[in-house]
């Protein structure tokens, strides 16, 4: 159940993701950014992907109503994509949408590594309350 849970919203957004690649890889090839540039953004969008994805998964488990799942997730992705803006310095290390933006500046591998930690810790939490309570 969770496998198909988690698997239904990648595959929703397979078409987006092949268009993010295909732009990337056009502008790296015409010269408007460096490959290396144009592969983070690749990997923060996948990262930023997972994360949200994997979020998702665990407030549905989580949450009693799918109402309020949707509200979660909603308001913990708006949180995470505008408030680090507000930091100095912040945006590029914990925001997925400022980070996806930034990656064409400045490559890191932090954004991803703290988005995929995140999506893997929250997808066991999800296993784990999924096996004890059966829900």
Same mark, same amino acid.
């Given at each position: 159940?969770?496998?198909?849970?988690?698997?239904?919203?990648?595959?929703?957004?397979?078409?987006?993701?092949?268009?993010?690649?295909?732009?990337?890889?056009?502008?790296?090839?015409?010269?408007?950014?460096?490959? +290396? &540039?144009?592969?983070?953004?690749? @990997?923060?969008? $996948? !990262?930023?992907? %997972? =994360? *949200?994805?994997?979020?998702?998964? #665990?407030?549905?488990?989580?949450?009693?109503?799918?109402?309020?799942?949707?509200?979660?997730?909603?308001?913990?992705?708006?949180?995470?994509?505008?408030?680090?803006?507000?930091?100095?310095?912040?945006?590029?290390?914990?925001?997925?949408?400022?980070?996806?933006? +930034? &990656?064409?500046?400045?490559?890191? @591998?932090?954004? $991803? !590594?703290?988005? %995929? =930690? *995140?999506?893997?810790?929250?997808? #066991?939490?999800?296993?784990?309350?999924?096996?004890?309570?059966?829900?």
């Amino acid at each position: 159940i969770l496998w198909a849970k988690w698997y239904a919203p990648l595959r929703w957004s397979r078409y987006a993701v092949a268009a993010v690649v295909v732009v990337e890889c056009c502008v790296a090839f015409a010269g408007g950014i460096s490959p +290396l &540039a144009a592969l983070a953004v690749v @990997a923060q969008v $996948v !990262a930023a992907l %997972l =994360l *949200a994805n994997t979020l998702g998964l #665990w407030l549905s488990v989580t949450c009693r109503t799918a109402t309020r799942a949707v509200a979660w997730a909603l308001l913990t992705l708006l949180t995470l994509s505008v408030a680090p803006l507000f930091v100095p310095g912040g945006a590029a290390a914990y925001s997925p949408a400022a980070g996806v933006w +930034l &990656a064409h500046e400045s490559p890191s @591998a932090t954004p $991803v !590594a703290l988005q %995929l =930690l *995140a999506a893997g810790v929250l997808g #066991w939490s999800a296993v784990r309350r999924f096996e004890q309570y059966g829900k």
